[in-house]
């Protein structure tokens, strides 16, 4: 009997795709993960206010991000209330750090002082890690040079810092976001198969947890389903069957097929750069700018996703899905 082929780690999905659902995910269950980096935020944070992420400012505190390309997708700046009784209020800077950068001490220290130096407010700096057990995660830079020193210490999450078993034990529903983030880093490595068992156990303690509304589940499962990327449409197929049997048949995985028209696209948009004629590329633009409309009103009145999330997720201007999103309602 032959082997079944191990999937290829060229066909996994782009890493720029990975960061951009990840992100959403992250803000999605923003006050837990608080509650996960952080033991005491219920005592400090005021959870019940609602968080303000600063994306414009961060791109204009950091310019740079948005030429790197990509960057931009990883790096969140939160406003966040304390819970003091006053309507203060402190930044959190989260960087979701899925490689092995050697500058990143340095950049994490140029993150604060740039924010300090605008905003002059108290700043709590975490550092995410997505990578494999063996990327570096430092929580320190320091300098030094003749008699003048500087060490700027921040907080660090190595997604590997807890295992597989203390993340399920765990009552807080961000836990299976880290494991995700866990297995996800199989993909090219095992058989397709395996991977759809570990993820189907991921989706299966999101459905136990019963944290969330039914809602707010499908958009974690349809993050699940696309963080960790199974290319093989049967397999898929099947995880539809099992969600909708372990939900009682309230969460219908369809939208996922939203998602798979980006990629789509995304192999064409590949093909037209390897040298397909002008008159042909003019054609297939149109219908790929089409199809990517279709993708965003989807993501909007299916998944509900803010502006930014969709904008991250479809990669377009954030000014284009609110033109969108405003036709939708004067269609209505």
Excluded at 4 to 22: T, V
Excluded at 63 to 70: A, I, Y
Excluded at 216 to 237: G, W
Aim: proline share 3%; glycine share 6%; net charge positive.
């Amino acid at each position: 009997m032959n082997k079944k082929p191990i999937a290829n780690h060229n066909d996994a999905m782009p890493r720029k795709k990975d960061d951009a659902l990840l992100k959403a995910a992250f803000e999605e269950l923003f006050p837990y993960l608080l509650r996960f980096c952080f033991p005491n935020a219920d005592k400090v944070f005021n959870l019940r206010k609602s968080f303000v992420f600063l994306d414009k400012e961060l791109t204009e505190l950091f310019p740079e991000l948005k030429k790197q390309g990509g960057s931009r997708f990883v790096d969140m700046l939160v406003k966040a209330f304390l819970k003091n009784g006053k309507e203060e209020w402190i930044l959190v800077h989260i960087e979701i750090q899925g490689g092995s950068t050697k500058n990143f001490p340095k950049r994490m220290f140029q993150y604060w002082y740039r924010i300090y130096d605008r905003y002059g407010v108290d700043i709590t700096a975490l550092a995410i890690f997505t990578g494999n057990k063996r990327q570096q995660h430092s929580d320190m830079f320091h300098k030094t040079f003749m008699g003048t020193e500087i060490t700027y210490r921040y907080n660090a999450y190595h997604i590997f810092n807890h295992s597989e078993a203390e993340l399920l034990a765990m009552d807080n529903p961000f836990a299976l976001i880290v494991l995700a983030a866990q297995k996800a880093l199989l993909q090219g490595k095992v058989p397709e198969e395996l991977l759809a068992d570990q993820r189907l156990a991921v989706a299966r303690a999101l459905i136990q947890s019963k944290k969330f509304s039914h809602k707010k589940i499908e958009k974690l499962l349809v993050f699940l389903k696309n963080f960790i990327y199974i290319r093989n449409d049967e397999i898929n197929r099947k995880f539809d069957t099992q969600i909708e049997q372990l939900t009682g048949g309230t969460v219908t995985m369809g939208i996922i097929e939203t998602i798979k028209k980006i990629e789509r696209e995304e192999g064409i948009e590949i093909g037209m750069k390897k040298g397909i004629e002008k008159g042909i590329q003019k054609g297939m633009e149109k219908g790929m700018e089409q199809g990517k409309q279709d993708v965003i009103e989807n993501l909007i009145t299916k998944l509900g996703l803010s502006d930014k999330q969709v904008a991250d997720i479809a990669e377009v201007p954030v000014s284009f899905v609110k033109k969108i999103r405003a036709a939708l309602k004067k269609n209505k």
